[in-house]
Structures are given as C-alpha cells and as structure tokens.
T-cell receptor, first 112, second 117 residues
C-alpha cells in the first residue's frame, strides 16, 4: 500500500543553516506529493506541492523536487530562520485523490 | 473569508460515552475529509465526502466510528462507546474539488483534541 517515511526529528539548527528533511514514499501509480507545515499553536497548512516527476515545488524559500527514480521528495531550505521552527509533514495523495497519506512529521527547531 | 472551523476545540469524555465532533468547511468547497492524529504519529485518513457521491469510508478504524455530511455543508464525526485509544486530535479539511483535480488543495481546521479517560 501507499506509505510515506520521513526522517525522525527533532532537527535542531542555528539560524542561517542549511536544512534538509528527507522524505521517501511507496505508492502505486503517480501520486501528487506535498509538504505541510504546522507552526506552534496553528493549524496544518500546505507549504508546497509537486504533481509529476521532476516537478519542483517551492514556497517561502523552501524547495522539494519530485524524484521518481529514488521515490523521494526531500525538503530543503538554504538559510533557515527562527520563524521556520515548526513541524513538517510529507504527504502523498492516494490514487483516487480521496485522501492524503502522511509521514509522522519532523520537528524543526531553529535558534538565533 | 473564513477557514475551516471545528468544534469543540477540546473534549474530555469518559470511556464508554459517545461523542460528536463538528466540522464547518469553507463555503463552496465540495470535498471534505476527516483525519486523526494520535500522539507522535502522522495524520491517519478516516473518511472523505465529495458532493452527493457515496463517501470513502475506507479509513474508519472500527464500526464505532461514523460520519455524516449534509449536502456540501457541515459534517459530524461520531464515535460511539469511546475507548482510551480514541484519544487524539481529530482534524477536518475541505477542498474546492475532490479527486486528482487541479483545485484539490486541502485546507485544514484547527482540530478537536479528544481525551478519553
């Protein structure tokens, strides 16, 4: 069945450091891939998405590229800020598009 | 405009009681989803509604769980005879369209935190 595996946290970085959060998936067909973010005290919100192989999603300085050959969708940011501290979830859509399958989430903590 | 709203924000109940959780989707959104997030886990899909089509109930964990939606408006998730393992945050989301369509971005509500004692 479909599943998402993302790196365990917490990830602790200093401001302006480079961020990578790994995400790999198992799926039938060609699902859309997503990164969602949950800031402290707020609801889950879409950060970026990619709908086909080699697509790059980007938003707020974050990027992720849909790699079909490695079944990966790693999240990267060149220079993190304290305000990026949050929980990040990788997800894929099921084949019918009726549900998202989420990873367990990775907590990022950025200190100044 | 208003986002997805859920009520109550917190619910504490005793084992064996029934609970009802409510979700108000964004106006005009035809698709509605329920998820559950247990401590330290990712979100688990529970059920999907799309317009007047039969819902996708494939994620409901047991027959104690049920959900209804009237047309394209409010949805209620009911858990009967609650158990301690039902303790979780229950999240509702809605999207303009469902399926693999272009406008299927899911917008999430703040969740209802359910604690079963």
């Amino acid at each position: 069945g479909n599943s998402v595996t993302q790196m365990e946290g917490p990830v602790t970085l200093s401001e302006e450091a480079f961020l990578t959060i790994n995400c790999t998936y198992t799926a039938t067909g060609y699902p859309s891939l997503f990164w969602y973010v949950q800031y402290p005290g707020e609801g889950l919100q879409l950060l970026l998405k990619a709908t086909k192989a080699d697509d790059k999603g980007s938003n707020k300085g974050f990027e992720a590229t849909y790699r079909k050959e490695t079944t990966s969708f790693h999240l990267e940011k060149g220079s993190v800020q304290v305000s990026d501290s949050a929980v990040y979830f990788c997800a894929l859509s099921n084949q019918a598009g009726t549900a998202l399958i989420f990873g367990k989430g990775t907590t990022l903590s950025v200190s100044s | 405009g208003a986002g997805v709203s859920q009520s109550p924000s917190n619910k504490v109940t005793e084992k064996g009681k029934d609970v009802e959780l409510r979700c108000d989707p964004i106006s005009g959104h035809t698709a509605l989803y329920w998820y559950r997030q247990r401590l330290g886990q990712g979100l688990e899909f529970l059920i999907y509604f799309q317009g007047n089509s039969a819902p996708d109930k494939s994620g409901l964990p047991s027959d104690r769980f049920s959900a209804e939606r009237t047309g394209e408006s409010v949805s209620t998730l009911t858990i009967q005879r609650t158990q301690q393992e039902d303790s979780a945050v229950y999240l509702c989301a809605s999207s303009l369209t469902g399926g693999q369509g272009r406008y299927n971005e899911q917008f999430f509500g703040p969740g209802t935190r359910l604690t079963v004692l």
